[in-house]
C-alpha cells in the first residue's frame, strides 16, 4: 500500500467505519476513537497492507477496538441468558424504523455488529467472518438469532400497525 492509496481509504471508508462503529456503540466520542485507531493501526502497518484489502482491514480492526472496550465495560449479553418477555414493548409507534431501532439496540453486542455488517454494510458471510474472526457458520447463526429476535419482537407489539 501507498501513502496514496492510504490517503484514499481515509476519504472512501471514513464514513462508512464511523457509521457501523456508531450504530453498534451508539457514542459518537467513541465511534470517532475507533476510526482514529484503526487509521492508526493502518497508518502504522501501511507498508505491510495489501491496498485491495485496506478497508476489510479497517472494519476488522474497528470492530475489534469496539469489542474490546465493550468486553472491558462488562457489556456482553447472552440472548440465551435473556428472557424475550422483558424485551416488549408495549407502547404504540407509527415509525417502523423507530421499532426496529430500538429492537436493535436489545441484540446481544455480537449479533447486533454481524447483522449491521450484513444488513447495512452489505458485506458477505464470508467478509464478516473475517473482519470478527468468527466462522461463517457462527456468523450465519449470529444473523439468523438476530433476525428472529427482531421479527418476535415487533410481531408481540401487537402487530404494530
Not at 467513541?30 to 507498508?47: G, I, M, R, T
Not at 418477555?85 to 408495549?90: L, S
Request: glycine share 2%; net charge negative.
Amino acid at each position: 500500500m501507498t501513502i496514496e492509496d492510504y490517503n484514499n481509504c481515509v476519504d472512501q471508508y471514513s464514513d462508512n467505519l464511523y457509521r457501523f462503529l456508531l450504530k453498534n456503540i451508539r457514542d459518537e466520542a467513541l465511534a470517532s476513537d475507533f476510526v482514529q485507531d484503526s487509521y492508526e493501526k493502518l497508518w502504522l502497518n501501511y507498508q505491510k497492507i495489501d491496498a485491495l484489502k485496506a478497508k476489510s482491514y479497517l472494519f476488522s480492526t474497528g470492530y475489534h477496538k469496539m469489542i474490546d472496550y465493550i468486553r472491558k465495560h462488562k457489556r456482553i449479553s447472552n440472548i440465551m441468558d435473556s428472557d424475550l418477555n422483558n424485551h416488549i414493548h408495549f407502547e404504540q409507534y407509527s415509525d417502523l424504523k423507530e421499532i426496529l431501532n430500538h429492537a436493535i439496540e436489545r441484540l446481544p453486542d455480537n449479533q447486533k455488529a454481524v447483522l449491521l455488517l450484513r444488513d447495512y454494510e452489505g458485506y458477505s458471510y464470508k467478509e464478516i467472518a473475517e473482519i470478527s474472526s468468527l466462522t461463517e457458520s457462527q456468523v450465519k447463526v449470529y444473523i439468523y438469532r438476530a433476525r428472529v429476535f427482531l421479527k418476535n419482537y415487533i410481531v408481540k407489539m401487537e402487530n404494530v400497525a
